[in-house]
């Protein structure tokens, strides 16, 4: 797994969702710009792997993703980090 700065090692003992935790750390190594808007997640397999997780559990993380609008799956191209409209950014 990527060793970024500042984000946490992903712990999967925590008493909350598994799917959840994972979601979270990815979201946070998207915010570390680790994971850049436009650039590819690697595939469920990979993630799986990547985590020590099953695939259900990616399957769920990668849809609360999708829920937070952190990335986007296109069908039979694979999930992209979302990418940030400047309209989202005012307040």
């Known amino acids: ?3 970024v ?3 946490p090692d992903f712990d999967p003992s925590d008493m909350a969702y598994v799917y959840a935790q994972m979601a979270d750390h990815i979201a ?9 808007p436009g650039s590819r997640l690697p595939g ?3 993630l799986a792997e990547e985590y ?3 695939l259900g ?3 769920r993380a990668v849809e609360e993703l999708r829920d937070r609008s952190l990335v986007i799956t296109l069908p039979a191209k694979g999930t992209y980090v ?3 409209n400047a309209a989202d950014d005012t307040a």
């Open 44 to 46: 469920e397999r990979a």
């Open 5 to 7: 700065q500042g984000i």
């Open 1 to 3: 797994m990527a060793d």
């Open 57 to 59: 559990t990616v399957r």
């Open 52 to 54: 020590g997780v099953a």
């Open 82 to 84: 979302a990418k940030v």
């Open 28 to 36: 946070l190594r998207i915010a570390a710009g680790d994971l850049r």
